[in-house]
């Protein structure tokens, strides 16, 4: 099992930057593709980003390409996400997740989830 909290949220004006951070316990994370989520309310929930294990390639929302970045510490058995320029239209709860082995796209691949963490851009 994996446990993921997700932490870093919080009320930011348009234009200003925050960071979301999902640590991981219960087993080390360095072979599970890791991935955000974000929903909104009454919306659907969204890619957001994620990041492959092996090659720590990364993958974006065109919504988010350019002004969000995703990171991973394995020796912190961590993520970031690191965001930028932010829109009102960011705004929504984050969810981190992790899948075995290959990242994906998709929520549905996802084995595990945090609880996630609220973001509000106020315009």
């Known amino acids: 099992q994996v446990q993921l909290v997700e932490s870093g949220g919080g009320l930011v004006q348009a234009g200003g930057s925050l960071r979301l951070s999902c640590a991981a316990s219960?087993?080390?994370?360095?072979?599970?593709?890791m991935g955000w989520f974000r929903q909104a309310p009454g919306k659907e929930r969204e890619f957001v980003a994620a990041i492959a294990w092996r090659s720590g390639d990364t993958y974006y929302a065109d919504s988010v390409k350019g002004r969000f970045t995703l990171s991973r510490d394995n020796a912190k058995n961590t993520v970031y996400l690191q965001m930028n320029s932010l829109k009102p239209e960011d705004t929504a709860v984050y969810y981190c997740a992790a899948k075995y082995y290959a990242a994906a796209m998709t929520s549905g691949e996802y084995e595990y989830w945090g609880q996630g963490t609220q973001v509000t851009v106020s315009s």
């Open positions: 219960g087993r080390t994370i360095s072979r599970y593709g």
